[in-house]
């Protein structure tokens, strides 16, 4: 089976669209509306912001990939397809890209299948994830490039480089789940693997601050309430002004702003907290 995806991918390669133009893009999803699988990832920048921006969301059919610009696209008719429950959507650990989705664009994706995971199914994972150049070569024989993976993708125009990079992502997807697809039945597991996914969807689609104090959590088990406050009000402060929390306020300051408002002495705060109105926030909130 494997030999048998090799030669298919070597003498039949999938062509690849990059879309900067409506007409285009609109023209692209009338064909993927009509897919019962298609293969998704998405490219992003997350240095200084709170929420991630949104640079390329890549789309393999079984005959061409699709990389849209979302820079410059208005890429709102894609909710139909990803909202579509007959189109089955494959990720490569795709929590990360759902976040993305949910948060930059509005739009929950239905029916997912992830290769990351239904690898762990398989394999009885001691929680160790495999990448995406290790699944493809492990099943498809082929050796993927990975050097654009901290590549700059705010910048345009992108590079031929980066362009290939981007549709390397989708291309092998396809050949991989009809390959675990079937060990998952073969074994039983696919119900299992199944419910895997549809929890992976919950975490991917949290809410930042949710998921942020619940790792905040189980860093100590002696956390007060007022930590809480000022985690919480950090979280709203960072989504407010658009920045990392870290740009507020750092994690490791937090247990020493609360000793401050429990003394009172909150004149002591003003060195911990980076930004001048959020500093007069605080005061206000905490006094």
């Not at 009885?124 to 150049?133: H, L, N």
């Amino acid at each position: 089976m494997k030999i048998y995806y090799f030669l298919k991918d070597f003498f039949i390669s999938k062509k690849v669209f990059f879309v900067d133009e409506q007409f285009l893009f609109e023209n692209a999803i009338n064909e993927i509306e009509a897919q019962h699988l298609i293969a998704i990832d998405t490219e992003f920048v997350w240095r200084n912001t709170y929420f991630p921006k949104l640079s390329l969301i890549q789309i393999s059919t079984g005959k061409k990939i699709y990389i849209f610009d979302c820079f410059v696209l208005n890429v709102s008719k894609l909710n139909k397809v990803l909202s579509d429950k007959n189109i089955i959507k494959i990720f490569h650990s795709s929590r990360g890209d759902l976040s993305v989705i949910n948060n930059c664009l509005g739009m929950k994706v239905q029916n997912i299948f992830d290769t990351q995971l239904a690898e762990d199914v398989l394999n009885y994972s001691d929680g160790s994830q495999i990448s995406y150049k290790k699944i493809v070569s492990k099943y498809l024989f082929k050796n993927i490039s990975k050097s654009e993976t901290n590549s700059d993708w705010e910048k345009r125009p992108l590079r031929e480089e980066q362009k290939d990079y981007a549709a390397e992502d989708v291309r092998y997807l396809h050949q991989i789940m009809k390959i675990q697809n079937k060990k998952l039945i073969k074994k039983k597991k696919l119900d299992y693997f199944y419910s895997l996914c549809t929890r992976e969807k919950k975490l991917g689609e949290e809410d930042f601050l949710k998921s942020r104090l619940r790792r905040f959590l189980k860093k100590s088990r002696h956390i007060s309430d007022q930590e809480i406050r000022i985690f919480n009000w950090r979280e709203h402060e960072a989504k407010k002004l658009n920045v990392p929390p870290s740009h507020v306020i750092e994690e490791r300051d937090i247990k020493k702003l609360e000793k401050i408002i429990k003394e009172n002495k909150l004149d002591n705060f003003r060195w911990m907290i980076k930004k001048n109105i959020s500093r007069e926030r605080f005061l206000n909130y905490f006094s």
